[in-house]
């Protein structure tokens, strides 16, 4: 039954085929023909770090010029980088997947965002350019790089979709700082919005 409906999930987009299961999910590429088999599956309960937080900072609300769908068919037959992205990813699926077994944030922090860089330089190398990321989105990044230099090691990493809005990830012990550190440099005009967050347990079926 999850199956099927990550199956149809799937039609609407890639992540809300990732949102029907709760926890560390990771979305299998399958082998039939039609996609049957390319369905979401939980890899580690959301139990399994509970330390682990999440902040996102809103930057722009607006609507994306350049939709997520129709930027990756674009992305696929223009961009060169995207076959090195596509070779290499089941090696960093495998390293991501240990680094949370063994929740190791350094490892994970700089899988997470090593991997976002690469997917923006992909966007970059597509033709036309898709640029996703604005000066905050940068600026965001250069700031968590400053507060990992300031730890010594990785204790911070941002993540970003097709958009500008920045994920922040850190352990408990982090948070408070971080998110005052965000508060004090971007909140205002650049940062609209922070949502606090936590890995989900999946979707729920509420009473009317």
Not at 48 to 53: S, V, Y
Not at 83 to 91: D, G, W
Request: charged share 25%; proline share 3%.
């Amino acid at each position: 039954m999850h199956g099927e409906v990550s199956e149809l999930a799937r039609l609407g987009s890639g992540s809300a085929c990732r949102s029907t299961v709760g926890g560390f999910v990771k979305w299998e590429k399958g082998e039939q023909e039609g996609g049957g088999d390319s369905v979401a599956r939980q890899q580690f309960t959301a139990e399994h770090w509970p330390e682990l937080r999440i902040l996102v900072c809103v930057v722009c609300k607006d609507e994306k010029t350049v939709p997520s769908t129709a930027g990756m068919q674009s992305t696929v037959v223009t961009s060169n980088l995207m076959q090195y992205r596509v070779a290499h990813v089941q090696l960093r699926i495998e390293q991501i997947t240990e680094a949370i077994q063994e929740r190791d944030f350094s490892k994970f922090g700089e899988i997470t965002m090593r991997d976002s860089n690469e997917m923006h330089s992909v966007c970059l190398d597509t033709y036309p350019p898709i640029a996703y990321l604005n000066d905050t989105s940068h600026q965001i990044i250069r700031s968590v790089h400053s507060f990992n230099v300031d730890k010594g090691e990785v204790r911070a990493a941002y993540t970003f979709d097709a958009g500008p809005n920045a994920v922040l990830l850190c352990e408990e012990r982090d948070f408070i700082e971080l998110k005052e550190r965000i508060k004090s440099e971007f909140c205002g005009e650049r940062v609209t919005e922070l949502v606090e967050c936590k890995i989900g347990g999946g979707p729920l079926v509420l009473a009317d």
